[in-house]
């Protein structure tokens, strides 16, 4: 018979009892999810998108697994699209409806409920301080790994921590464990979000971020929780929303500044002077890059802060990015003095760097002396994955061309 992009989709109600989709549920596999609704219901994107409510180009990404689903009310709007009875729909993370399963499925379904939601709570009750000490290094490892190779070389690696860490939290019952796994949630929230912004997935960035704020709550730490809500206003930013992420920004010190470390506050100081700069605000700009210098404190970090890395190196590479903008003469010599202080390890700032020093000098009509930079930009482009510096490196490669056949 002829379906409809209006037909709702119709998945036989065996399939939710197959070891294969309870797997997928219990995953909150919503790619997988679709997958059984084309398998087993006949469905199309385009059904699949009239039922969820959903775009059919996120489908589409969602399908590939290039985007995820990170929304409660979003789930909500699959279960109801693919029609999941209350077994599925508790198996997925979600409260039932009243829709029962078959009779002769109900004692055997809930008694599979109860046995899952067992193992997961003991699973998450042998948790110790040594267990999320190993937690917070193999992010900080990954941390490392995104400095050096980019976001795409520990992609897989991402999902799979953020996914770990997340099932232990919800299941963790004793309050000081729970806040722990609490911090090391925000982390690596914050961690994935900063990738999502490198890769132009601002979404999932966004989503991300969301997810780190609500894990620093929980934790009742002001520092991941002030780096957080700093770090989304970068989403603005590559937005084209650059005003609201300089309010953003000042209110986040407004409302942190004297409660956090000295490394964060300049850190925090640092990212309002950028923001500041994309908007044009010289002034702005130019005052909150005063304050980040003066609270720069001594030494590259705070082994509080792992997420923080920032020296007098650091931060005239920052000031540099900031003043580019303004055609600083004194930018040019800020930008050489933060590439001779790099450690060689942040192949993505260094990238980012080289961008900068490349517009910098085109500006000065030195294009002879921006080639190196734009090359080697490109080269740390093309290693970490990095489509924000790539964007980049193409518009100063235009720019250089066009000024190479005046």
């Known amino acids: 018979m002829h379906t409809t992009a209006f037909d709702p989709i119709e998945i036989p109600a065996d399939v939710w009892n197959r070891d294969e989709s309870r797997e997928i549920l219990k995953n909150r596999d919503v790619a997988g999810l679709f997958n059984l609704a084309v398998k087993y219901g006949g469905a199309s994107q385009v059904r699949i998108s009239t039922a969820t409510g959903m775009s059919q180009g996120r489908i589409s990404q969602i399908i590939r697994r290039q985007r995820q689903v990170t929304d409660l009310e979003v789930y909500e709007r699959i279960a109801a699209g693919l029609g999941l009875p209350d077994h599925a729909r508790m198996l997925f ?56 190779q980019g976001a795409a070389a520990i992609a897989d690696k991402m999902r799979a921590q953020i996914a770990h860490i997340e099932r232990i939290y919800r299941h963790a019952i004793r309050p000081g464990i729970r806040a722990q796994l609490a911090y090391v949630l925000s982390e690596t929230a914050a961690l994935a979000g900063w990738q999502a912004i490198d890769t132009c997935s601002l979404s999932d960035a966004w989503d991300h971020h969301e997810r780190a704020i609500a894990a620093a709550r929980e934790a009742d730490d002001l520092a991941p929780l002030a780096y957080a809500c700093g770090q989304q206003a970068y989403v603005l930013v590559d937005l084209g929303r650059p005003a609201e992420a300089t309010a953003l920004l000042q209110h986040v010190r407004a409302t942190y500044d004297r409660r956090v470390p000295a490394h964060l506050r300049t850190w925090l100081a640092a990212a309002e002077a950028e923001a500041a700069a994309v908007l044009g605000d010289e002034v702005t700009c130019r005052t909150a890059l005063d304050q980040a210098a003066a609270l720069l404190p001594e030494g590259d970090a705070d082994p509080a802060l792992p997420y923080v890395c920032l020296n007098k190196h650091h931060l005239a590479r920052w000031r540099g990015n900031c003043l580019v903008r303004f055609g600083d003469p004194d930018t040019i010599e800020d930008l050489r003095s933060a590439l001779a202080g790099m450690d060689g390890t942040y192949n993505r700032a260094e990238a980012g760097l080289r961008c900068d020093l490349a517009h910098a000098l085109l500006a000065m009509g030195e294009r002879d002396a921006a080639q190196p930079h734009l090359h080697r930009a490109k080269q740390l482009v093309t290693l970490t994955g990095s489509r924000r510096h790539g964007r980049r490196v193409r518009e100063l490669t235009r720019v250089a061309v066009t000024r190479g056949r005046r």
Request: proline share 4%; hydrophobic share 45%.
């Open 93 to 148: 993370g979600l409260a039932p409806l009243g829709i029962a399963a078959p009779a002769e499925e109900h004692d055997d379904a809930h008694q599979k409920q109860v046995e899952e939601l067992t193992a997961r709570l003991e699973a998450a009750a042998v948790v110790d301080t040594v267990t999320i000490m190993m937690l917070k290094t193999e992010t900080n490892n990954m941390r490392f790994m995104d400095r050096r």
